[in-house]
Nanobody
């Protein structure tokens, strides 16, 4: 079955950096657009960054643009989120999301999430 497994979360001080990874299995990774979402305490889940199936296009939420970078390695079935200049408001559970559409059909999957806490 399809699995998305996030790793790399943790506690970091404001201004610090973390790199999240999401390893995918059970799907043809290069056919999927990949995204990172997050859900902070008492907040709705929001899209943070997305990347097209071969990495040619990326998009970011305004709140992280210029600080976060999404990338992927299709040979390793892995998507990454490099997070720099972290702020307390970046504290959230970060989720990996895979989506593929073909005509009227859609396949999508979520990871279990990894906690990121930005605090001094």
């Amino acid at each position: 079955q399809v699995q998305l497994v996030e790793s790399g979360g943790g506690l970091v001080q404001p201004g610090g950096s973390l790199r999240l990874s999401c390893a995918a299995s059970g799907l043809t990774f290069s056919r999927y657009t990949m995204s990172w979402y997050r859900q902070g305490p008492g907040k709705e889940r929001e899209m943070v960054a997305g990347i097209s199936s071969f990495g040619g296009n990326t998009n970011y939420a305004d709140s992280v643009n210029g600080r976060f970078t999404i990338s992927r390695d299709n040979a390793k079935n892995t998507v990454y989120l490099q997070m720099n200049s972290l702020k307390p408001e970046d504290t959230a559970v970060y989720y990996c999301y895979a989506k593929r559409t073909q005509q009227s059909r859609k396949w999508d999957y979520w990871g279990q999430g990894t906690q990121v806490t930005v605090s001094s």
